[in-house]
């Protein structure tokens, strides 16, 4: 277990300020190689973010997740799938410095006007709003609970995870809700905060069912999913917890509103579930093997015939064939490979090219294949902090 936590985060302490990314280029055999030192930008002096403003049109963010400031880190997605680095922006919050051993840590809102983001060491969550002119810090409130790693959301509906039983005494794991405004600002909902399995389960990724009448949580340390159902009125009800098919339950995604795919660090599987009606979850392919090392972060194909996983223990990526039933084979035990551990990892909406964030402070870039949905390395930069965290794109 201490081997997965080394290889699924690593710690660097660093003065983000001070930090200038040196990112180099390769794409096709050609090298670029260019500095950008980050820029503070404020509420005061950065545009307005309101209802229907001009927004970017195709972009991947991470976030630094540094202890002395966290930071979204903005790059352009180019025609050719490249990136192009465009900026840092404020959290207003601080990040853990290390690995918050999760998946989700970022995510996209409101049809793609703002960017939520988690400050693990603040045990606060931001709203920033993406215009052409850069990302606008809208909001920052508590997380409801301490050391938040994960968030997601359904229309204006946002619900965050905590993991505060890492931290020990009387921390505990839980998830919160919030509404995200037309304009970017997060309100609490009362009574919207409930408990884990257990105090301290060691979660990973929260995570709404695609028509947003449930939410599932991943437990690590305590091998169960988290299952809760969501009113009317946006709280959690009938909180049920299952054991999962393969150890280590970590990152997921849905395939469709009854079909779930999870991958399972300890032992290097992944396993599909189908969803009733009532969002309870029904084995279909249990702990398929990989062949690799700690498969930590999941991600599904736009045309939901593959799915990737990323490796971190073994610095690949594999890839899995899912048919319509929901079962999953593998397709292809190594995929990819990657410069440093693999963490987050997005597909873009066009489905043809993935990213990855690497735990060597490195984003590498992948064209998918059309038909066959192989990976080939298109681009790769680097100089970002080792402690980074989230992945979005489109």
Known sequence: MKMFFTLCKKSEVFAVYALTFLLTASAYGSDV?????????????????????????????????????????????????????????????????SGLENQGAIALALSNKFLLVVNARSNSV????????????????????????SVTVHGNLVYVLNAGGRLGGTGVDNISGFRLSSVGKLTQIANSTARLAAANTNPAQIGFRPDGTGLVVTEHGGQLIDLFTVNGSGLPSAHRVQSSAGRGPFGFAFRNNSQLLVSEADNGTSSSYSADTQGDLHLVTGAVSTGQWFTCWLAIAPNRV???????????????RVATDGSISLSTAVSARTQGGPLDLTVSPGGNSLFTLTTTGRIQVFQVGTTTGNLTLLQTLQGLPAGGSGLVSF
């Open 33 to 97: 190689a260019g500095q950008y030192a980050p820029s503070r930008v404020s509420q005061a002096d950065a545009p307005s973010v309101a209802q229907g403003s001009t927004l970017v049109t195709h972009a991947v963010f991470t976030m630094t997740n540094a202890s002395t400031g966290n930071r979204v880190v903005e790059f352009s997605r180019n025609a050719n799938n490249t990136l192009t680095l465009q900026g840092s922006y404020a959290t207003g919050g601080r990040g853990s410095g």
């Open 126 to 149: 931001s709203a920033l709003g993406i215009t052409s002119s850069g990302l606008v810090l809208t909001s920052q409130v508590s997380s409801g609970g301490r050391l938040p790693i």
């Open 306 to 320: 593959y799915a990737y996983v990323t490796n971190t223990g073994s610095g690949t990526i594999s890839k899995y």
